[in-house]
């Protein structure tokens, strides 16, 4: 079974960049989607953004414009680069398989303001 670790999450200011980085144990290569979500405190994760093996890419509108997925298969990772943070942007962020139970466990980003 594949297992996730997430990576890159930190402290930064408002208006800073992070990429986030989540490696796979296995290939990456014939997974259909893998995701991001981040959960803050006291509340429900939510999905960030996705990307599937035909390339298709989405995003949740607090991320359109400032956040960018993508996958390199020949490591077999996910990133997620994050532009313009804002203090809401503050959560645990989790790498996720589509269709699965299986969830990394989670990088902390931090946004000051």
């Known amino acids: 079974q594949v297992q996730l670790v997430e990576s890159g999450g930190g402290l930064v200011q408002a208006g800073r960049s992070l990429t986030l980085s989540c490696a796979a144990s296995g290939s990456i290569a014939s997974i259909d989607a893998m995701e991001w979500y981040r959960q803050a405190p006291g509340k429900q994760r939510d999905f960030v953004a996705i990307?599937?093996?035909?390339?298709?890419?989405d995003y949740a509108s607090s991320a359109k414009g400032r956040f960018t997925i993508s996958r390199d298969n020949a490591k077999n990772t996910v990133y997620l680069q994050m532009n313009s943070l804002e203090p809401e942007d503050t959560a645990v962020y989790y790498c996720h398989l589509l269709n699965s139970n299986i969830w990394g466990q989670g990088t902390q980003v931090t946004v000051s303001s």
């Open positions: 990307i599937t093996r035909a390339g298709y890419i």
